[in-house]
Nanobody, 125 residues
Framework: QVQLVESGGGLVQAGGSLRLSCAAS????????MAWFRQTPGKEREFVAA????????NYAASVKGRFTISRDNVKNTVYLQMNSLKPEDTAVYYC??????????????????WGQGTQASVSS
């Protein structure tokens, strides 16, 4: 089992920044690819960004590329999502997730086994 706890959400104005954190415990963190997803009411969970075990590979949704940065610290067992130039449409509950497959890092939420409880990020116009 891997336990994931997100933090860092809040309310910011458009153009502002937030940094989300996801602390992992339970298993060897560096064995897992990590990702961030987001969800708004009535919509499916949407891929945001993913990072490989060692942090050498990353993948971003087109809607956030150039504005968001995913990173990880395998000593602190934490994955981060730095969100800059935020837009009202970025408002969502953000979830971190973990999976252990090899090969290309995944963007499909069904590939991820462990999930956090989510943190709300709201962007006002």
């Amino acid at each position: 089992q891997v336990q994931l706890v997100e933090s860092g959400g809040g309310l910011v104005q458009a153009g502002g920044s937030l940094r989300l954190s996801c602390a992992a415990s339970g298993r060897t963190f560096s064995n897992y690819n990590m990702a961030w997803f987001r969800q708004t009411p009535g919509k499916e969970r949407e891929f945001v960004a993913a990072i490989s075990r060692t942090g050498t590979s990353t993948n971003y949704a087109a809607s956030v590329k150039g504005r968001f940065t995913i990173s990880r610290d395998n000593v602190k067992n934490t994955v981060y999502l730095q969100m800059n130039s935020l837009k009202p449409e970025d408002t969502a509950v953000y979830y971190c997730a973990a999976e252990r497959s090899w090969g290309q890092i995944r963007a499909n939420p069904s590939a991820y086994v462990y999930w956090g409880q989510g943190t709300q990020a709201s962007v006002s116009s």
